[in-house]
């Protein structure tokens, strides 16, 4: 029997999780990736979801306590960088100011 076959998708899920967490860091190491970006932020939201989801299997309360705080500090982050876009598009309710001709 492989491995996987007797692995519980639990496990796989935390192994997934631990895998998002590592590579992640390691691009963002390498400078592949931005660690203030919103890919950075997405992965790790979704590294301590797995990781939170495996615990299902064996618990683990300092664990729980990170991945809780992962992830709401990731979403924390994601409606920063969105409400930042929303601030930088210009609005139809604020012309540009108009400049006189100089004459």
Not at 46 to 53: E, G, K, T
Request: aromatic share 8%; proline share 2%.
């Amino acid at each position: 029997m492989g491995l996987l076959n007797s692995m519980s998708l639990l496990v796989f899920a935390g192994l997934l999780g631990f895998a998002t967490y590592a590579v992640s860091f390691a691009l963002v190491q390498l400078g592949r990736m931005d660690g203030n970006g919103l890919a950075y932020t997405l992965c790790n939201i979704a590294a301590a979801s797995l990781v939170l989801v495996s615990m299902f299997d064996q618990f683990n309360l300092g664990s729980l306590l990170t991945q809780l705080t992962w992830i709401g500090v990731g979403i924390v982050g994601v409606g920063r960088r969105l409400l930042d876009v929303h601030d930088s598009e210009p609005s139809e309710d604020h012309e540009q100011p108009k400049v006189a001709n100089a004459r």
